[in-house]
T-cell receptor
Framework: QKEVEQDPGPLSVPEGAIVSLNCTYS??????FMWYRQYSRKGPELLMY????GNKEDGRFTAQVDKSSKYISLFIRDSQPSDSATYLC???????????FGTGTKLQVIP | GAVVSQHPSRVICKSGTSVKIECRSL??????MFWYRQFPKKSLMLMAT?????????EQGVEKDKFLINHASLTLSTLTVTSAHPEDSSFYIC??????????????FGDGTRLSIL
């Protein structure tokens, strides 16, 4: 079993839809959770960085962590064609320790 | 803020050539930088952790004599792929963790280097 599981997609949604991206993990010691966005032929760009459980909101993006279920989510409101990219979840035990990445979910927002 | 510059973005060279890739943190200091390899439709695979002023820590299965890492300053790490062969063709990405305190700092990534060995 992989430490971090993420559905590769692709996920296609119409413009303006609410998008839900998810990851599950098996290591209960993970405390730090991140979401990155990666456009084709580019490096990952940090979207959200959270510690422990709960929600964090930044503009159209909301990150949610449920440690009891070992489940994290990223919600994108009012999705735009420019949101079309691959979204990677990532997590680590300590804030300065090795990060484990999901395989990424490819999202396509259709105008 | 937190910009990481990686150079070159694309390299095409003959088998047996050594290739050097640079990773710079432009607006912050980074004691620790990381080198990843990414295969199509696969997750980022950590190759090594680069620490300023000391030897890099390589992940299991990564040949340290093949992938030479130097982290001579708080803003620059280099990866040299020595005597590259076609199987070394891949997308190499570096990241840097901003020095800081408290609950930890996330990694910021460069735009990657696409290496093609003919």
């Amino acid at each position: 079993q992989k430490e971090v599981e993420q559905d590769p997609g692709p996920l296609s949604v119409p413009e303006g839809a609410i998008v839900s991206l998810n990851c599950t993990y098996s290591n209960s010691a993970f405390q730090y959770f991140m979401w990155y966005r990666q456009y084709s032929r580019k490096g990952p760009e940090l979207l959200m960085y959270t510690y422990s459980s709960g929600n964090k909101e930044d503009g159209r993006f909301t990150a949610q962590v449920d440690k009891s279920s070992k489940y994290i989510s990223l919600f994108i409101r009012d999705s735009q064609p420019s949101d079309s990219a691959t979204y990677l979840c990532a997590m680590s035990v300590g804030g300065y320790q090795k990060v484990t990445f999901g395989t990424g979910t490819k999202l396509q927002v259709i105008p | 803020g937190a910009v990481v510059s990686q150079h070159p973005s694309r390299v095409i060279c003959k088998s047996g050539t050594s290739v050097k890739i640079e990773c710079r943190s432009l607006d912050f200091q980074a004691t620790t930088m990381f080198w990843y390899r990414q295969f199509p439709k696969k997750s980022l695979m950590l190759m090594a952790t680069s620490n300023e002023g000391s030897k890099a820590t390589y992940e299991q299965g990564v040949e340290k004599d093949k992938f030479l890492i130097n982290h001579a300053s708080l803003t620059l790490s280099t990866l040299t792929v020595t005597s590259a062969h076609p199987e070394d063709s891949s997308f190499y990405i570096c990241s840097a963790r901003e020095n800081g305190q408290g609950l930890g700092q996330p990694q910021h990534f460069g735009d990657g280097t696409r290496l093609s060995i003919l």
